[in-house]
């Protein structure tokens, strides 16, 4: 055969065609990394109780990750330290006052916030077996 029909081809590199799947690839999904695990702020809890399970969807059993680091804003779910009792509720600002919600527990202002807010919820992990 004729050598000369092949020079205008370069012939380095990759030939043929790429495997479809190389675009499909994904790194394996790590709790750790998704839910902030390593992070010395980072706590895990098992859900106790049964207000949770009305108004969060938590179920006793279920796992809690809660972030100390994060900062407390009206709307999300904290966990706040009352007595020896730890309780799970939506931090909301009424009438510029702090609550917890759904229990309608009120909050002190200033320093008490801060003592009482052990951390915000990251996550839930709902099981269902």
Avoid: C
């Avoid at 043929?16 to 499909?24: I, L």
């Avoid at 020896?84 to 009120?106: A, C, N, T, W």
């Amino acid at each position: 055969m004729d050598d000369d029909i092949f020079q205008d081809f370069e012939m380095e590199g990759q030939t043929g065609f790429q495997s479809a799947t190389n675009e499909y690839g994904q790194d394996r999904l790590s709790l750790d990394k998704l839910l902030f695990l390593t992070s010395p702020s980072t706590y895990i809890f098992e859900a106790e109780g049964e207000l949770g399970s009305k108004h969060f969807q938590v179920k006793k059993g279920d796992i809690v990750i809660i972030d100390r680091k994060l900062e407390v804003k009206h709307g999300r779910l904290v966990v706040i330290v009352i007595g020896s009792e730890f309780h799970l509720g939506k931090y909301v600002l009424y009438d510029g006052k702090p609550y917890l919600m759904p229990q309608r527990i009120q909050l002190k202002d200033g320093e008490d916030i801060e003592k009482r807010v052990w951390g915000v919820i990251r996550g839930i992990l709902n099981f269902y077996v």
